[in-house]
């Protein structure tokens, strides 16, 4: 995932998608608005995340109307041809080709560049897809970005009974939020009901590691000024009988899918925490040369996690496997990107 800055062009497209593990959020200074086919669930995904991003010191992200009408018409082509950024003109319920292209003919206009999230047959609806989100480090990392993030949400009913296939589109908007005390973390001190374990397969694994087959425990970001450059290096989680385990570390130095900015950070824990527990974490790195260290304590949620449905998903021989799968497009626009040669296999 690339966060585009405030100097990109329009025409930079990034784009995630998630299978099987997300929800998108909303929010407006008039209250959501939203054109698709399930708001109620578009509202429980807005509470949600921008209760988790809130209770940690991040902005709430803002709803556009505009953004709203081009993912539902992306979910309307999603649900009809299955999984996809790209539209063929050909088929029906085209819209639009990318999502800069659907975002534009919508009526959108105020940002630098456009991304957009797209997950199928997801269970647990709007809140519960939220939390199959952030239980994955690279995806915990995209919801959390400190930027100023326009957001637009599609959603409809998936061919599985009770799941729901989902479009969020978000723009970078020109106006960038700075924080003075950087970094900040999700979860954070006093953070409560958070997932213990990640839901689903990740793509790009993360160290190479299939988060469906070893699953992760509570991915911690880290995040700076989007100027910032941040880099992790120790920490460590405890849990209430003193045992402490080791977190594992990721920066933009170190990621070798090269998918987190300069000023993200990403540590967890190699193995699931346990449900309604309360944890102690202690995280050292440094931000701009400078040595910043976090102590906090978060509790995990109580819920139990649908291992049934993601497991009947997830095996090899399911028509339609439920993983989460992070696919980075760009489109580079004269030599804006010029800085990052050389970066990418």
Known sequence: MKFALDWLPRG????????????????????????????NQSALALERLNGLRQQCGLTALRENQY???????????VRAHGITHIENPRARDYYGLTPNDRAIKAGYQSASTVGEVVTTDTPGGGAGQIDGLISVPYHAVVLMTPAD????????????????????DLGIGP????????????????????PYQSLGHEYPEPL??????????????????LT????????FVTAPDQITTNLTLLDSVHDANHELM??????????????????TVYLVGTINDQVF??????????????????????????????????????????????WRRGRRS
Do not use: K, M
Request: aromatic fraction near 8%; charged fraction near 10%.
């Open 228 to 235: 910032d450059h941040l880099t992790l290096t120790g920490g």
């Open 149 to 168: 993030v326009d957001v637009g949400i599609g959603i409809t009913a998936a061919a599985e009974v009770a799941r729901l296939d989902t479009v969020i």
């Open 67 to 77: 953004l709203d009408l081009a993912a539902s018409a992306h979910v309307t082509y």
């Open 262 to 279: 300069p000023y993200h950070g990403v540590a967890f824990p190699p193995a699931p925490l346990h449900p309604d527990t309360t944890y």
């Open 293 to 338: 260290t976090r102590n906090f304590r978060f509790t995990t949620s109580s819920l139990e996690l649908p291992q049934v449905p993601w497991q009947r998903f997830l095996g090899p021989r399911s028509p339609r496997q439920v993983e989460v799968s992070l696919v980075v497009y760009l489109v580079l626009v004269g030599l804006a990107f010029g």
């Open 12 to 39: 930079v497209n990034w784009s995630l998608v998630l299978v099987g593990s997300l929800a998108a959020v909303l929010v407006g200074c008039q209250g959501p608005n939203y054109p698709s086919a399930n708001p």
């Open 175 to 194: 106006v960038v939020t700075t924080f003075g005390q950087v970094p900040l973390t999700f979860p954070c001190q006093g953070a409560v009901d958070v």
């Open 208 to 225: 190479g590691i299939d988060t469906s087959v070893d699953p992760l425990g509570t991915p911690i970001v880290v995040v700076g000024n």
